[in-house]
């Protein structure tokens, strides 16, 4: 069986893959520098027929519209099609993108206006809005899927790593649709 799985909480892209439960990716589709609300529709009805098992919906922090375009189209067709929501956050799947991270790593994501969300790798659930100016990875590596122009930024391949985030969001209960909410970080 497999799980659709959205990420629109980027600057510059939205990722949808449909995965296994185990996390291997099989299809995926990036979409850069298009409005969501003309990519996504688009995207998704192409890959409605592979999914079976579960949504999985990256909750932020990202861009306010963004993110809230992605939850409401993961909520509707979880609805139409009886299927459990999870989320997941967004640097929670830059942590998974990378098989060797390893804690002290660093996970970073484009805040917008010159800031970023950024976050150990161990507390990648956890993340802080901070200047990117002030930003020291105290020589760890930085994880991002955005090219940022951070000393040390190793690119991670967005399709691939919400895929691979798909096994850590099936382990955490579903998402209470009653109650939705998005991750904002101040």
Avoid at 55 to 67: A, D, F, K, R, S
Avoid at 88 to 115: H, M, P, Q, T, Y
């Amino acid at each position: 069986m497999s799980v659709l799985a959205i990420d629109t909480s980027s600057r510059s892209r939205a990722v949808c893959v449909v995965a296994s439960a185990a996390g291997e990716l099989l299809d995926a589709e990036v979409i850069r520098d298009e409005p969501v609300a003309a990519s996504l529709p688009r995207v998704l009805g192409r890959m409605l027929a592979q999914v079976g098992t579960a949504v999985v919906v990256v909750i932020g922090p990202g861009t306010y519209t963004g993110v809230r375009a992605g939850m409401a189209a993961a909520l509707g067709i979880a609805d139409a099609r009886h299927l459990p929501l999870y989320g997941v956050g967004a640097l929670e799947v830059l942590a998974c993108g990378d098989a060797g991270a390893l804690d002290g790593d660093w996970v970073v994501a484009d805040a917008g206006r010159g800031a970023l969300y950024a976050a150990r790798l161990e507390h990648a659930a956890h993340p802080s809005r901070i200047l990117a100016a002030a930003f020291d990875a105290g020589g760890g590596r930085v994880l991002t899927s955005d090219s940022l122009g951070v000393a040390g930024a190793v690119l991670i391949e967005p399709a691939g790593a919400l895929a691979q985030a798909v096994p850590l969001a099936l382990s955490r209960p579903a998402l209470d649709r009653a109650g939705l909410t998005a991750l904002y970080v101040d």
